[in-house]
Nanobody, 125 residues
Framework: QVQLQESGPGLVKPSQTLSLTCTVSGESITTNYYFWSWIRQPPGKGLEWIGYVGYTGGNPRTYYSPSLKSRTSISRDTTKNQFTLQLRSVTPEDTAVYYC??????????????WGQGTQVTVSS
């Protein structure tokens, strides 16, 4: 059974970089057609997908939401089975609960089947 756990600071100052790590157990992050995603939910709003890292045919892939692409990087550490989100130049609008999740790709479809518990990040001076 795959498990995901987010970690990182709960408070970030405006203009700084938010950095969160997701540690995965029960499945390798290099397994083809599993895409390891970051998703957030601002207070009172719906879920917003941020981006993912994954592999297809043994080749690494990374993709970001167009609205956040200019400020986002997602990296992976295969030795620790972790992936890390960095969101630069944060503002109070980046305050949200941040989740990591596994996105499963099958022919003609994809779905999120495993989630971390989520971590609150507040952007404030």
């Amino acid at each position: 059974q795959v498990q995901l756990q987010e970690s990182g600071p709960g408070l970030v100052k405006p203009s700084q970089t938010l950095s969160l790590t997701c540690t995965v157990s029960g499945e390798s992050i290099t397994t083809n057609y599993y895409f390891w995603s970051w998703i957030r939910q601002p207070p009172g709003k719906g879920l917003e997908w941020i981006g993912y890292v994954g592999y297809t045919g043994g080749n690494p892939r990374t993709y970001y939401s167009p609205s956040l692409k200019s400020r986002t990087s997602i990296s992976r550490d295969t030795t620790k089975n972790q992936f890390t989100l960095q969101l630069r130049s944060v503002t109070p609008e980046d305050t949200a609960v941040y989740y990591c999740a596994r996105d499963v790709w099958v022919p003609g479809n994809n779905y999120f089947d495993s989630w971390g518990q989520g971590t609150q990040v507040t952007v404030s001076s």
